[in-house]
């Protein structure tokens, strides 16, 4: 029982057991004499601070005129693990303070006091970090005298901003869910639903997750609709985001499936349209090239000139060859026989100038000018004698 009682007056005075029992040991071997050195700060030693600000690690401490040896402050972060050793944040020796010890916290530390040795040896740390967080403790030794103090710091980061979204179908009797999550914020977090248009009151069907941020709507209405904020809080701070709820009647699946039906018809029939389209274009030019391969059949060879020569040729050699009978014996060459020579003999041939028709004169004036009856055979179209 008196310990526990002695242990509870050492810690109300920011000493320990240990340091107690160097007192006495130093007291014992001066005779009898107190303890001279003692820590004289008595403000908390759980700080919560938010991240980014400033924190000041009180510890202050008085000596007797029986510490006369050289003053020694030093402050050092404590491992949460036993196993690690402890990091060394500041010092304060030979009347000289060295503050570059920690590298986390190097150039955003430094002793309160000019000068320590008037009896304050606390500490401030400037921009605040999460990492930061840890058990802090103050040594002050002064031979014969010696004297600690730890703290516990927690740097509470305030939460960011809130995202805020409606996940699920924002329909007339759909279930649907409002979430609100913040990426960074010293836990625990709570999350607040609250409806900012309308009457300003939550539906009745919904169901709030407050670690979770979540606010779950059943069989939702239209009148679940309007504008929603959520509000991210922990210890330091709160931050908000807005959503906007639109609960609309459900699209008409019948009339969507009637309108697909009747496009994928009206594709099939303009598909049809186009296959008929090209088959007939395709008969059609068909038809029109077997056309005129039997015109072509149809239409007489065009007169060669080697045809036509070769039948004036066989005329001449007739002509001369009947040209030693006498007058008197071509009594039946008569005229009308000249009028049977078929005018189709002196046909132009292709790409030639027209051949002008032989002028026609009676039997006596050709006797006269000493010409000679000759008869032509008869030819057919294409040249070749009848």
């Given amino acids: 029982m008196l310990t526990s009682i002695t242990k509870l007056w050492l810690k109300s005075k920011g000493m320990d057991l240990s340091t107690t029992f160097l007192c006495l040991i130093y007291g014992i071997l001066l005779a009898g004499s107190a303890c001279g050195l003692q820590i004289t700060s008595t403000g908390p030693t759980s700080i919560e601070k938010a ?33 690690k050793e402890e990091k060394v944040v500041i010092v304060y020796s030979g009347d000289r303070a060295f503050e570059h010890y920690y590298d986390p916290l190097k150039g955003r530390v ?18 605040l970090k999460a990492t930061d967080t840890g058990t802090y403790q103050c040594k ?7 004297g600690s103090r730890k703290f516990l710091l927690t740097v509470m980061v305030r939460p960011s901003k809130p995202r805020c979204y409606a996940d699920g179908q924002t329909q007339v009797g759909k279930d649907m869910v409002l979430r609100c999550s913040s990426v960074e914020g010293t836990k625990p977090l709570q999350y607040v639903w ?16 407050p670690v979770e941020g979540t606010m779950s709507l059943r069989n939702a209405t239209e009148a679940a609709s309007g504008t929603y904020r959520c509000l991210a809080k922990n210890r ?7 959503v906007m709820v639109n609960v609309t009647q459900p699209p008409n699946t019948g009339g969507i499936i009637a309108a697909a039906v009747i496009c994928v018809l009206l594709l099939l029939i303009l598909i049809a ?24 059949e149809d239409v007489p060879p065009p007169k060669s000139r080697v045809s036509t020569a070769r ?11 009947l040209g030693s009978m006498s007058p008197s014996n071509l009594h039946e060459y008569t005229k009308p026989q000249y009028d049977k020579i078929p005018n189709d003999e002196y046909e132009r041939p292709p790409s030639h100038a027209p051949i002008p028709p032989p002028s026609r004169m009676a039997g006596p004036n050709l006797s006269r000018m000493g010409a000679i009856p000759v008869m032509v055979p008869a030819q057919n179209r294409d040249g070749s004698i009848v």
């Fill in 51 to 83: 991240s980014g600000e400033t924190v000041k690690l009180e510890c202050q401490f008085t000596l007797a005129a029986d510490d006369s040896g050289p003053l020694d402050i030093e402050w050092s972060l404590q491992p949460s693990d036993n196993q």
């Fill in 110 to 127: 430094h002793f309160n006091s000019p000068d320590p040795k008037n009896g304050d040896a606390s500490m401030n740390i400037m921009g």
């Fill in 140 to 146: 002050v030794k002064k031979v014969p005298g010696i």
């Fill in 194 to 209: 609250e409806r900012t248009t309308g009457n300003k009151l939550l539906p009745p069907q919904a169901v709030l997750d």
């Fill in 236 to 242: 330091i701070g709160t931050e908000e985001c807005t």
């Fill in 273 to 296: 349209l186009i296959i008929f389209c090209c088959c007939r274009n395709r008969q059609k030019k068909k038809y029109e090239k077997e056309i005129a391969y039997e015109i072509r």
């Fill in 311 to 321: 039948s004036f040729t066989s005329v001449g050699s007739q002509r001369s060859s």
